[in-house]
């Protein structure tokens, strides 16, 4: 299992649009992301910032996310949430979420 921290800001005048989205996430949604071997997945926020954290438990990351990126029902999402999203500056070629490094744990 590998751990994921990522980090993006939300546009303040999309936060109302952007928790109703998550608080009423579509299902098809939420079965690709755990086709996809992803497992406790959570975004916070706080002051303008989204940091997710998920769990991949599978063993091989880069097809299980072109699964998803290749998913209709999840482009359609994506394409709700994207306008309710500001990436950082510092992100690299490819990236919308910034990736980020992880520093401590205590199992």
């Known amino acids: 299992m590998k751990r994921y921290g990522q980090v993006i800001k939300v ?3 999309k ?6 989205l998550h608080a009423n996430a579509w299902p098809e949604v939420l079965d690709m992301i755990k086709e996809c071997n992803i497992k406790n997945y959570t975004i ?10 998920y769990e991949y438990t599978g063993d091989n990351y880069e097809a299980d996310m072109a699964k998803m990126a290749a998913d209709p029902t999840t482009q ?6 994207k306008p309710c999203q500001q990436p950082l500056d510092t992100i690299v070629e490819g990236e919308w979420w910034a990736d980020m490094e992880e520093v401590f744990r205590l199992d």
């Open 76 to 81: 359609k999402w994506w394409d709700e949430c």
């Open 44 to 53: 916070f926020l706080r002051d303008g910032y989204l940091f997710s954290y």
């Open 11 to 13: 546009r303040p005048e």
């Open 15 to 20: 936060e109302a649009y952007y928790r109703d």
